[in-house]
């Protein structure tokens, strides 16, 4: 997962009342939103009155008077509003990574103003997002103008259009996929890796929590590690040595925990490679940390002793890293976020060599890269990340030998509001977590023409909120059982189960 850029993700509470529509609104941000700083400290802001009246953004989207009386009860990616707002209140939020912040807006008859002018202690830097809604259509899609500024910097402001999100025309709850159990988790789940009756939950700041799975219909916390000071585990991989099961936490530092015993759960080592994402083959363990070109790997044959091997920076990757990465028979494959795929040679641990690189694409966010062997072909199954055309997935040519190697095959594209997120392949099977498309299943045996075979909708309007990253973020399998488990941030953990269609003998 990864920071927005260029987006801003608003959540409107709107009344249904005559205060919503009639005369100038104006309404401060609450107190606690940006808190954590001295006010003291941080300098003054030089985007201050600055986006602040309609007249300052383009006028060409808009219609006179279509703000009066303004209230919607809808859900956007970007975008929510409801009508039962506390007080009979507009109140306005923008999006803040998996959560969401109250910020000022102003509302006329003709413009509602977000605005969100915030400083960043860690680089000492303002930056402003405002949005200028001036058109509201009849299905509720809204129209307007964002203008983004950074340091002493604003961009032209831009057109936007935004309809209601919904469920794709026609979809049920789940094609091919049933809902067998799930359970709300106290924070945010984002990755999950199970075995046997146990998935192990990394959740951010809260540290792991190990779920038995036993009676999948009502699953139960059996366990949970929480560091004893802060970190943030965005990943979790799973590691069996000598009769005991161990997890390990992609964070900084990263850590690995011995969870034989779900209910005592302790750290037994702590390995100093910062990392977003970390993959497991055999007992060599490989990190990335999410920003730069970096790849490196311990050896965990003795997971209370890591030992290191190596580390790879790859040159003349831009200001690409490495944000998410796959490895199979000791070759990595590594998804450079605006660069492209980067694929190198691991199988002397001490000596990894870089096999060849696609060409470089920084239109797009590459995200999430998975190889696997479709009628004995190696084919790349790759997930773009953010909204727009680009997103999806993409299949590659995985043949060192062709002529066509790590060229694209064919690809697929759900819609333009959503992406996708993490992605796993079984043959000519692909699963992706889907953020508010929830879980989709597909069949790449034409790797030209990829062809959904299944889906399972796990977000809905009533639980939705501001964030952009919502729904089904992380999954894993368990094949044996036909069973899909997902890490979903909104609605917690929950166990899929899946026909013969979605999961081929």
């Given at each position: 997962?990864?920071?927005?850029?260029?987006?801003?993700?608003?959540c409107?509470?709107?009344?249904?009342?005559?205060?919503c529509?009639?005369?100038?609104?104006?309404?401060?941000?609450?107190?606690?939103?940006?808190?954590?700083?001295?006010?003291?400290?941080?300098?003054?802001?030089?985007?201050?009155?600055?986006?602040?009246?309609?007249?300052?953004?383009?006028?060409?989207?808009?219609r006179?008077?279509?703000?009066?009386?303004?209230?919607?009860?809808?859900?956007?990616?970007?975008?929510?509003?409801?009508?039962?707002?506390?007080?009979g209140?507009?109140?306005?939020?923008?999006?803040?990574?998996?959560?969401?912040a109250q910020?000022?807006?102003?509302?006329?008859?003709?413009?509602?103003?977000?605005?969100?002018?915030?400083?960043?202690?860690?680089?000492?830097?303002?930056?402003?997002?405002a949005?200028?809604?001036?058109?509201?259509?009849?299905?509720?899609t809204?129209?307007?103008?964002?203008v983004?500024?950074?340091?002493?910097?604003?961009?032209e402001?831009?057109?936007?259009?935004?309809?209601?999100?919904?469920?794709?025309?026609?979809?049920?709850?789940?094609?091919?996929?049933?809902?067998?159990?799930?359970?709300?988790?106290?924070?945010?789940?984002?990755?999950?890796?199970?075995?046997?009756?146990?998935?192990?939950?990394a959740?951010?700041?809260?540290?792991?929590?190990i779920?038995?799975?036993?009676?999948p219909?009502?699953?139960?916390v059996?366990?949970?590690?929480?560091?004893?000071?802060?970190?943030?585990?965005?990943?979790?991989?799973?590691?069996?040595?000598?009769?005991?099961?161990?997890?390990?936490?992609?964070?900084?530092?990263?850590?690995?925990?011995?969870?034989?015993?779900?209910?005592?759960?302790?750290?037994?080592?702590t390995?100093?490679?910062?990392a977003?994402?970390?993959?497991?083959?055999?007992?060599?363990a490989y990190?990335?940390?999410?920003?730069?070109?970096?790849?490196?790997?311990?050896?965990?044959?003795?997971?209370?002793?890591?030992?290191?091997?190596s580390?790879?920076?790859?040159?003349?990757?831009?200001?690409?890293?490495?944000?998410?990465?796959?490895?199979?028979?000791?070759?990595?494959?590594?998804?450079?976020?605006?660069?492209?795929?980067?694929v190198?040679?691991?199988?002397?641990?001490?000596?990894?060599?870089?096999?060849?690189?696609?060409?470089?694409?920084?239109?797009?966010?590459?995200?999430?890269?998975?190889?696997?062997q479709?009628?004995?072909?190696?084919?790349?199954?790759?997930?773009?990340?953010?909204?727009?055309?680009?997103?999806g997935?993409?299949l590659?040519?995985?043949?060192?030998?062709?002529?066509?190697?790590l060229?694209?095959?064919?690809?697929?594209?759900?819609r333009?509001?959503i992406?996708?997120?993490?992605?796993?392949?079984?043959?000519?099977?692909?699963?992706?977590?889907?953020?508010?498309?929830?879980?989709?299943?597909?069949?790449?045996?034409?790797?030209?023409?990829?062809?959904?075979?299944?889906?399972?909708?796990?977000?809905?309007?009533?639980?939705?909120?501001?964030?952009y990253?919502?729904?089904?973020?992380?999954?894993?399998?368990?094949?044996?059982?036909?069973?899909?488990?997902?890490?979903?941030?909104?609605?917690?953990?929950?166990?899929?189960?899946?026909?013969?269609?979605?999961?081929?003998?």
């Amino acid at each position: 997962m990864a920071r927005p850029r260029g987006l801003l993700l608003v959540c409107l509470a709107v009344a249904a009342t005559p205060a919503c529509g009639g005369g100038d609104e104006v309404f401060p941000a609450d107190a606690a939103v940006d808190a954590g700083t001295d006010a003291t400290e941080i300098p003054p802001d030089p985007f201050e009155g600055l986006f602040d009246e309609g007249s300052e953004f383009p006028r060409t989207p808009c219609r006179a008077g279509s703000m009066a009386g303004f209230a919607r009860t809808n859900v956007w990616v970007r975008l929510r509003l409801r009508t039962d707002a506390p007080g009979g209140v507009l109140r306005t939020f923008v999006d803040d990574f998996l959560d969401e912040a109250q910020v000022p807006h102003t509302l006329t008859a003709d413009d509602l103003i977000i605005r969100r002018s915030s400083f960043n202690p860690f680089s000492s830097l303002w930056s402003l997002r405002a949005m200028d809604v001036c058109d509201v259509l009849p299905d509720g899609t809204l129209r307007g103008s964002l203008v983004e500024c950074y340091e002493d910097d604003c961009r032209e402001p831009y057109p936007f259009e935004v309809a209601p999100t919904r469920r794709i025309a026609g979809e049920s709850e789940g094609q091919h996929l049933t809902l067998l159990g799930e359970l709300a988790l106290d924070g945010r789940p984002l990755n999950v890796r199970a075995t046997g009756d146990h998935a192990y939950v990394a959740m951010g700041v809260g540290g792991l929590r190990i779920l038995s799975v036993a009676n999948p219909a009502a699953p139960v916390v059996a366990g949970s590690y929480v560091p004893a000071e802060d970190n943030y585990f965005n990943d979790v991989k799973l590691l069996e040595v000598a009769g005991r099961r161990y997890a390990v936490l992609a964070g900084s530092p990263s850590e690995v925990i011995d969870v034989t015993a779900p209910a005592s759960a302790s750290v037994v080592a702590t390995i100093p490679a910062p990392a977003h994402t970390l993959f497991i083959e055999g007992t060599m363990a490989y990190f990335v940390d999410g920003t730069s070109p970096k790849l490196t790997l311990y050896d965990l044959a003795d997971p209370r002793a890591p030992v290191y091997r190596s580390e790879l920076v790859v040159p003349n990757l831009s200001i690409a890293g490495f944000h998410d990465l796959h490895v199979a028979g000791g070759i990595a494959y590594l998804s450079a976020f605006l660069y492209g795929l980067v694929v190198v040679d691991c199988r002397t641990p001490t000596a990894p060599v870089e096999l060849g690189r696609t060409t470089r694409e920084p239109t797009r966010y590459w995200h999430s890269p998975w190889a696997t062997q479709v009628g004995g072909r190696p084919v790349i199954v790759h997930g773009d990340e953010f909204a727009g055309p680009a997103s999806g997935v993409r299949l590659l040519d995985g043949d060192p030998a062709s002529p066509t190697y790590l060229a694209t095959l064919g690809d697929w594209h759900l819609r333009d509001d959503i992406s996708t997120h993490n992605v796993m392949a079984v043959g000519p099977t692909v699963y992706l977590s889907h953020y508010q498309d929830g879980i989709r299943v597909l069949d790449i045996t034409d790797p030209a023409t990829p062809t959904q075979i299944g889906y399972f909708n796990t977000w809905s309007e009533e639980i939705a909120t501001a964030g952009y990253f919502s729904g089904a973020i992380g999954l894993d399998l368990d094949v044996a059982r036909r069973r899909i488990y997902v890490a979903d941030i909104l609605r917690g953990f929950l166990v899929l189960e899946g026909t013969s269609a979605v999961f081929p003998p």
